[in-house]
Protein backbone atom coordinates (compact mmCIF):
# COMPACT_ATOMS: atom_id res chain seq x y z
CA UNK A 1 0.00 0.00 0.00
CA UNK A 2 1.35 3.51 -0.81
CA UNK A 3 0.83 6.30 1.48
CA UNK A 4 -1.05 9.39 -0.77
CA UNK A 5 -0.78 13.01 -0.04
CA UNK A 6 -3.11 15.16 -1.90
CA UNK A 7 -3.19 18.68 -1.08
CA UNK A 8 -6.32 21.09 -1.84
CA UNK A 9 -8.35 18.24 -1.32
CA UNK A 10 -11.27 20.73 -0.36
CA UNK A 11 -10.93 22.06 -3.93
CA UNK A 12 -12.86 21.15 -7.36
CA UNK A 13 -9.89 18.62 -8.20
CA UNK A 14 -8.59 17.24 -5.22
CA UNK A 15 -11.80 16.33 -3.58
CA UNK A 16 -12.57 14.43 -6.59
CA UNK A 17 -9.22 12.72 -6.17
CA UNK A 18 -10.09 11.76 -2.59
CA UNK A 19 -13.58 10.54 -3.12
CA UNK A 20 -12.48 8.35 -6.10
CA UNK A 21 -9.54 6.77 -4.32
CA UNK A 22 -11.58 3.68 -3.46
CA UNK A 23 -12.18 3.52 -7.32
CA UNK A 24 -8.77 3.90 -9.04
CA UNK A 25 -6.64 2.96 -6.01
CA UNK A 26 -8.04 0.94 -3.94
CA UNK A 27 -4.78 -0.18 -2.30
CA UNK A 28 -3.78 3.87 -1.44
CA UNK A 29 -4.13 5.06 1.48
CA UNK A 30 -4.72 8.61 0.97
CA UNK A 31 -4.14 11.71 3.61
CA UNK A 32 -6.64 14.51 2.06
CA UNK A 33 -5.31 17.83 3.37
CA UNK A 34 -7.78 20.40 3.34
CA UNK A 35 -7.18 23.80 5.11
CA UNK A 36 -8.84 23.19 8.18
CA UNK A 37 -6.59 20.16 8.47
CA UNK A 38 -3.28 22.19 7.32
CA UNK A 39 -2.78 26.03 6.76
CA UNK A 40 0.18 25.24 3.60
CA UNK A 41 0.85 28.79 3.75
CA UNK A 42 2.51 27.69 6.62
CA UNK A 43 6.19 26.38 5.77
CA UNK A 44 7.15 24.58 8.93
CA UNK A 45 4.08 22.97 9.36
CA UNK A 46 4.11 21.48 6.00
CA UNK A 47 7.49 19.83 6.59
CA UNK A 48 6.78 18.78 10.24
CA UNK A 49 3.51 17.01 8.50
CA UNK A 50 5.85 15.72 5.82
CA UNK A 51 8.43 14.20 8.14
CA UNK A 52 5.51 12.37 10.52
CA UNK A 53 3.12 11.17 7.60
CA UNK A 54 5.99 10.47 5.02
CA UNK A 55 4.01 10.11 1.86
CA UNK A 56 5.29 7.71 -1.02
CA UNK A 57 3.18 10.21 -3.50
CA UNK A 58 1.99 13.70 -3.37
CA UNK A 59 -0.35 14.87 -5.80
CA UNK A 60 -0.38 18.73 -5.57
CA UNK A 61 -3.81 19.95 -6.01
CA UNK A 62 -3.84 23.34 -3.66
CA UNK A 63 -3.59 26.40 -5.66
CA UNK A 64 -4.60 30.25 -5.47
CA UNK A 65 -6.19 29.35 -8.33
CA UNK A 66 -8.69 31.89 -9.58
CA UNK A 67 -6.70 34.84 -11.77
CA UNK A 68 -8.78 37.27 -10.00
CA UNK A 69 -7.33 36.35 -6.46
CA UNK A 70 -3.96 36.08 -7.58
CA UNK A 71 -4.16 39.75 -9.46
CA UNK A 72 -5.61 40.53 -6.07
CA UNK A 73 -2.91 38.76 -3.74
CA UNK A 74 0.14 38.44 -5.54
CA UNK A 75 2.45 37.31 -2.29
CA UNK A 76 0.16 35.03 -1.67
CA UNK A 77 -0.22 33.74 -4.85
CA UNK A 78 3.90 33.76 -5.47
CA UNK A 79 3.71 31.81 -1.61
CA UNK A 80 1.11 29.02 -2.61
CA UNK A 81 1.52 28.89 -6.47
CA UNK A 82 4.94 28.75 -6.52
CA UNK A 83 7.02 28.84 -3.29
CA UNK A 84 4.80 25.89 -1.70
CA UNK A 85 5.20 23.77 -5.27
CA UNK A 86 8.67 24.14 -4.76
CA UNK A 87 8.70 23.15 -0.71
CA UNK A 88 6.76 19.89 -1.58
CA UNK A 89 8.58 18.98 -4.89
CA UNK A 90 12.39 19.31 -2.66
CA UNK A 91 10.56 17.60 0.46
CA UNK A 92 9.28 14.50 -2.02
CA UNK A 93 12.82 14.41 -3.57
CA UNK A 94 12.84 10.72 -3.00
CA UNK A 95 9.15 9.92 -3.66
CA UNK A 96 7.26 11.06 -6.07
CA UNK A 97 5.24 14.43 -7.14
CA UNK A 98 2.49 15.04 -9.04
CA UNK A 99 1.89 18.38 -9.70
CA UNK A 100 -1.41 19.82 -11.28
CA UNK A 101 -0.15 23.06 -13.36
CA UNK A 102 -2.60 24.50 -16.01
CA UNK A 103 -3.35 25.68 -19.47
CA UNK A 104 -2.46 29.03 -18.50
CA UNK A 105 1.09 29.11 -18.44
CA UNK A 106 0.59 29.33 -22.30
CA UNK A 107 -0.09 32.42 -23.91
CA UNK A 108 -2.87 31.02 -26.42
CA UNK A 109 -1.76 32.54 -29.19
CA UNK A 110 -1.41 29.67 -31.69
CA UNK A 111 -3.65 26.31 -29.96
CA UNK A 112 -3.26 22.54 -30.87
CA UNK A 113 -0.23 23.11 -27.76
CA UNK A 114 2.08 20.54 -26.96
CA UNK A 115 4.90 20.01 -24.49
CA UNK A 116 7.55 21.73 -26.89
CA UNK A 117 5.48 24.98 -26.94
CA UNK A 118 7.36 27.14 -24.49
CA UNK A 119 5.15 28.84 -21.75
CA UNK A 120 4.21 32.39 -21.87
CA UNK A 121 1.99 33.17 -19.06
CA UNK A 122 -0.52 36.54 -19.61
CA UNK A 123 -1.24 37.09 -16.10
CA UNK A 124 0.04 36.54 -12.68
CA UNK A 125 -1.97 32.87 -11.94
CA UNK A 126 -0.03 31.96 -14.87
CA UNK A 127 2.87 33.32 -13.89
CA UNK A 128 3.09 32.14 -10.87
CA UNK A 129 1.74 28.63 -11.30
CA UNK A 130 4.67 28.72 -14.01
CA UNK A 131 7.56 29.18 -11.21
CA UNK A 132 5.89 26.18 -9.54
CA UNK A 133 6.82 23.97 -12.35
CA UNK A 134 10.12 25.32 -12.90
CA UNK A 135 10.97 24.87 -8.78
CA UNK A 136 9.39 20.73 -9.13
CA UNK A 137 11.27 20.61 -12.21
CA UNK A 138 14.48 20.85 -10.17
CA UNK A 139 13.57 17.07 -9.29
CA UNK A 140 13.47 14.98 -13.09
CA UNK A 141 11.66 12.07 -11.38
CA UNK A 142 8.51 14.82 -10.49
CA UNK A 143 5.36 15.01 -12.66
CA UNK A 144 3.96 18.12 -14.39
CA UNK A 145 0.61 18.10 -15.37
CA UNK A 146 -0.49 21.38 -17.19
CA UNK A 147 -4.50 20.46 -17.03
CA UNK A 148 -6.87 22.20 -19.43
CA UNK A 149 -10.45 23.85 -18.20
CA UNK A 150 -12.25 21.41 -15.49
CA UNK A 151 -16.02 20.97 -15.15
CA UNK A 152 -17.79 19.26 -12.66
CA UNK A 153 -18.76 19.69 -9.10
CA UNK A 154 -17.05 20.55 -5.88
CA UNK A 155 -18.00 19.93 -2.41
CA UNK A 156 -19.95 23.92 -1.82
CA UNK A 157 -21.03 23.58 -5.64
CA UNK A 158 -18.76 26.72 -6.40
CA UNK A 159 -15.67 26.21 -7.65
CA UNK A 160 -15.84 24.94 -11.33
CA UNK A 161 -16.59 27.40 -13.79
CA UNK A 162 -19.55 25.54 -15.07
CA UNK A 163 -21.04 26.06 -11.48
CA UNK A 164 -20.39 29.57 -10.75
CA UNK A 165 -21.78 29.84 -14.27
CA UNK A 166 -25.11 27.89 -13.33
CA UNK A 167 -25.66 30.11 -10.07
CA UNK A 168 -24.95 33.37 -11.97
CA UNK A 169 -27.37 32.51 -14.70
CA UNK A 170 -29.86 31.03 -12.20
CA UNK A 171 -29.77 34.71 -10.27
CA UNK A 172 -30.54 36.65 -13.86
CA UNK A 173 -26.58 37.05 -15.07
CA UNK A 174 -26.54 37.66 -18.67
CA UNK A 175 -23.22 36.45 -20.24
CA UNK A 176 -21.50 36.65 -23.63
CA UNK A 177 -19.55 33.78 -24.47
CA UNK A 178 -16.64 34.24 -27.31
CA UNK A 179 -17.52 32.32 -29.83
CA UNK A 180 -13.51 32.36 -31.12
CA UNK A 181 -11.27 31.53 -28.00
CA UNK A 182 -10.87 28.12 -27.48
CA UNK A 183 -10.53 25.27 -24.88
CA UNK A 184 -9.99 21.91 -24.47
CA UNK A 185 -12.57 21.19 -21.54
CA UNK A 186 -11.97 18.07 -19.95
CA UNK A 187 -14.59 16.71 -17.22
CA UNK A 188 -12.93 16.56 -13.35
CA UNK A 189 -14.04 13.06 -12.97
CA UNK A 190 -11.59 12.48 -16.38
CA UNK A 191 -8.74 14.41 -15.14
CA UNK A 192 -8.89 12.42 -11.55
CA UNK A 193 -8.86 9.26 -13.32
CA UNK A 194 -5.85 10.45 -15.72
CA UNK A 195 -3.91 11.74 -11.85
CA UNK A 196 -4.92 8.58 -10.26
CA UNK A 197 -3.05 5.97 -13.14
CA UNK A 198 0.10 9.22 -13.87
CA UNK A 199 0.41 8.49 -9.86
CA UNK A 200 0.77 4.82 -10.11
CA UNK A 201 3.29 4.91 -13.09
CA UNK A 202 5.13 7.10 -11.31
CA UNK A 203 6.65 8.67 -14.63
CA UNK A 204 8.30 12.40 -14.31
CA UNK A 205 7.92 14.75 -16.77
CA UNK A 206 5.83 17.34 -18.69
CA UNK A 207 2.46 16.04 -19.56
CA UNK A 208 -0.48 17.94 -21.41
CA UNK A 209 -4.08 17.42 -20.07
CA UNK A 210 -7.19 18.33 -22.02
CA UNK A 211 -10.17 16.71 -23.88
CA UNK A 212 -9.84 15.60 -26.85
CA UNK A 213 -12.63 18.20 -28.97
CA UNK A 214 -11.46 21.90 -29.14
CA UNK A 215 -14.31 24.30 -28.00
CA UNK A 216 -15.25 27.34 -28.07
CA UNK A 217 -16.34 29.18 -24.70
CA UNK A 218 -19.95 29.68 -27.01
CA UNK A 219 -19.90 26.04 -27.50
CA UNK A 220 -19.53 25.15 -24.11
CA UNK A 221 -22.14 27.56 -22.77
CA UNK A 222 -24.39 26.40 -25.52
CA UNK A 223 -24.13 22.88 -24.37
CA UNK A 224 -24.26 23.36 -20.84
CA UNK A 225 -27.07 25.75 -20.68
CA UNK A 226 -29.23 23.17 -23.02
CA UNK A 227 -28.50 20.89 -20.46
CA UNK A 228 -29.72 22.80 -17.66
CA UNK A 229 -32.81 24.05 -19.20
CA UNK A 230 -34.25 27.86 -19.07
CA UNK A 231 -33.12 30.33 -16.59
CA UNK A 232 -33.77 33.70 -15.51
CA UNK A 233 -30.56 35.16 -17.61
CA UNK A 234 -28.72 33.96 -20.83
CA UNK A 235 -25.98 33.41 -22.66
CA UNK A 236 -25.03 35.54 -26.00
CA UNK A 237 -22.47 35.08 -29.22
CA UNK A 238 -19.81 37.61 -28.68
CA UNK A 239 -16.14 38.05 -30.18
CA UNK A 240 -12.61 38.70 -28.72
CA UNK A 241 -12.45 41.29 -31.48
CA UNK A 242 -14.67 43.46 -29.76
CA UNK A 243 -13.22 42.41 -26.10
CA UNK A 244 -11.12 45.63 -24.67
CA UNK A 245 -10.47 44.21 -21.24
CA UNK A 246 -7.23 42.07 -19.69
CA UNK A 247 -5.22 39.79 -21.62
CA UNK A 248 -7.19 36.63 -22.50
CA UNK A 249 -5.85 33.40 -23.82
CA UNK A 250 -7.60 32.95 -27.32
CA UNK A 251 -6.27 29.56 -27.87
CA UNK A 252 -5.54 26.69 -25.29
CA UNK A 253 -6.64 23.98 -26.83
CA UNK A 254 -3.81 21.16 -26.57
CA UNK A 255 -2.89 18.13 -28.25
CA UNK A 256 -2.34 14.90 -25.68
CA UNK A 257 -0.94 12.67 -27.47
CA UNK A 258 1.87 12.00 -25.43
CA UNK A 259 -0.21 11.18 -22.19
CA UNK A 260 -2.62 9.61 -24.16
CA UNK A 261 -0.17 6.97 -25.86
CA UNK A 262 0.29 6.22 -21.45
CA UNK A 263 -3.45 5.83 -20.86
CA UNK A 264 -5.44 3.06 -20.14
CA UNK A 265 -8.41 4.64 -21.85
CA UNK A 266 -9.07 7.20 -24.60
CA UNK A 267 -9.17 11.06 -23.45
CA UNK A 268 -13.15 12.25 -24.15
CA UNK A 269 -14.35 15.04 -26.13
CA UNK A 270 -16.26 17.73 -24.46
CA UNK A 271 -19.69 16.90 -26.10
CA UNK A 272 -19.11 13.29 -26.28
CA UNK A 273 -18.41 12.83 -22.60
CA UNK A 274 -21.93 14.70 -21.50
CA UNK A 275 -23.41 12.41 -24.28
CA UNK A 276 -21.90 9.58 -22.21
CA UNK A 277 -23.09 10.96 -18.88
CA UNK A 278 -26.49 12.62 -19.26
CA UNK A 279 -27.25 11.82 -15.67
CA UNK A 280 -24.05 13.61 -14.31
CA UNK A 281 -24.37 16.77 -12.69
CA UNK A 282 -22.18 19.61 -14.54
N1 LIG B 1 -10.34 23.89 -12.25
C1 LIG B 1 -9.76 24.11 -13.42
O1 LIG B 1 -10.44 24.35 -14.44
C2 LIG B 1 -8.27 24.04 -13.52
C3 LIG B 1 -7.71 24.21 -14.79
C4 LIG B 1 -6.33 24.15 -14.93
C5 LIG B 1 -5.52 23.92 -13.81
N2 LIG B 1 -6.07 23.79 -12.58
C6 LIG B 1 -5.17 23.57 -11.44
O2 LIG B 1 -5.62 22.43 -10.76
C7 LIG B 1 -5.33 22.55 -9.36
C8 LIG B 1 -6.61 22.31 -8.59
O3 LIG B 1 -7.55 23.28 -9.03
P1 LIG B 1 -9.02 23.34 -8.48
O4 LIG B 1 -9.89 23.77 -9.58
O5 LIG B 1 -9.34 22.11 -7.70
O6 LIG B 1 -8.87 24.59 -7.48
P2 LIG B 1 -9.70 24.92 -6.17
O7 LIG B 1 -11.05 24.34 -6.24
O8 LIG B 1 -9.55 26.39 -5.96
O9 LIG B 1 -8.88 24.14 -5.06
C9 LIG B 1 -7.65 24.61 -4.57
C10 LIG B 1 -7.58 24.25 -3.13
O10 LIG B 1 -6.35 24.75 -2.59
C11 LIG B 1 -6.63 25.11 -1.25
N3 LIG B 1 -5.67 26.04 -0.68
C12 LIG B 1 -5.28 27.23 -1.16
N4 LIG B 1 -4.44 27.83 -0.30
C13 LIG B 1 -4.31 26.99 0.77
C14 LIG B 1 -3.61 27.04 1.98
N5 LIG B 1 -2.85 28.11 2.32
N6 LIG B 1 -3.70 26.00 2.84
C15 LIG B 1 -4.46 24.93 2.54
N7 LIG B 1 -5.17 24.82 1.39
C16 LIG B 1 -5.09 25.85 0.52
C17 LIG B 1 -7.99 25.76 -1.32
O11 LIG B 1 -8.56 25.79 -0.06
P3 LIG B 1 -9.89 26.61 0.24
O12 LIG B 1 -10.98 25.79 -0.42
O13 LIG B 1 -10.01 26.63 1.71
O14 LIG B 1 -9.71 27.94 -0.37
C18 LIG B 1 -8.72 24.86 -2.31
O15 LIG B 1 -9.42 23.83 -1.64
C19 LIG B 1 -4.76 23.95 -9.16
O16 LIG B 1 -3.38 23.83 -9.06
C20 LIG B 1 -5.14 24.69 -10.43
O17 LIG B 1 -4.14 25.63 -10.74
C21 LIG B 1 -7.44 23.85 -12.42
Partial sequence: MSKVWVTGAGGLIGSEIVRTAPRWSPDSEVVALTRAELDLSDFDAVASRYRVDNPDV????????????????PEEA?????????????????????HVSTDLVLDGAKGGYTEEDPPNPLHDYGRTKLAGELLARRHDGHAIVRTALNFGCSPEGNRAFNEQMRSALQAGTDFTLFTDEYRSPLATAVTVRVLWELARLKL??????????????????????????ETPGTIRPGSLRDYDGPPRAADL??????????????????????????EARV
Wanted: glycine share 10%.
Fill in 78 to 98: RRINSELTGLLADLAKDGFML
Fill in 253 to 278: SMNCRKLQSLLSFPLPGFHEWLEANP
Fill in 58 to 73: VIHCAALSRPVDCERN
Fill in 204 to 229: GGLYLLGGSERVSRWQIGEALTRRWG
